[in-house]
């Protein structure tokens, strides 16, 4: 205790820093001192020592190791990035599928999401959507078919009618013309249809 370890010097300069050169070899020594608990003097020294050849190994081993840890951490974060991706992209598509066959006209397109994330309630309040558009196009399907039967039946009348029957809107144009009003006029209904009535009913 209390006396410094001994550096050798090499014949031909001074030493490396931190450490020592006997013959062709060189040792790398790290020293801390040993104090009493009581005193705190110091009562020795404690050196570890190590050749470059080993301190290289160790280096390279350390190295090696943070690679593996490196390669292991990105081969983890891909699989969890595939995870999500999948999990994410996958609702995605079925939606953007969906909503490209109901532009398409197929209001029975639905998407296949069963996920409860805010996605799952974008395809659940796209469903309701889809569907009342579905109910909404039905009604409407049922209203032109009725009024198509009831104008065909109105044109039967009026075509069967021996007196002149013209009709206008509200604006004073004609909307319907049967073929009496036609011989009374001398005019063809494609001819008068949407045109004002003091304009077709000419005094005779």
Not at 107 to 123: Q, S
Not at 144 to 159: C, Y
Request: charged residues 20%; proline residues 7%; glycine residues 10%.
């Amino acid at each position: 205790p209390g006396i410094p370890a001994p550096d050798i010097v090499p014949p031909g300069g001074p030493p490396p820093p931190g450490g020592v050169t006997v013959g062709d070899r060189t040792f790398y020594r790290a020293g801390v001192e040993i104090l009493d608990p009581d005193s705190g003097r110091a009562v020795g020294r404690l050196y570890a020592i190590g050749t470059a050849d080993a301190i290289a190994g160790i280096e390279r081993e350390q190295a090696r190791r943070l690679f593996l840890l490196a390669l292991l951490g990105a081969v983890f974060a891909a699989g969890v990035a595939g995870l999500a991706s999948r999990r994410l992209v996958a609702p995605i598509r079925s939606l953007t599928q969906a909503a490209s066959d109901v532009r398409g006209g197929d209001l029975t397109a639905r998407p296949l999401i069963t996920t409860k994330d805010e996605v799952g309630d974008l395809g659940h309040t796209f469903n309701e959507m889809t569907s009342s558009l579905y109910a909404q196009a039905a009604q409407l399907r049922e209203a032109a078919s009725v009024q198509a039967k009831l104008r065909a039946r109105l044109e039967a009348l009026t075509a069967s009618m021996s007196d002149a029957l013209v009709a206008v809107d509200s604006d004073g144009k004609i909307v319907t013309f049967n073929p009496s009003a036609e011989r009374l006029v001398g005019r063809d209904v494609a001819e008068v249809s949407g045109l004002p009535l003091e304009e077709v009913l000419v005094g005779r």
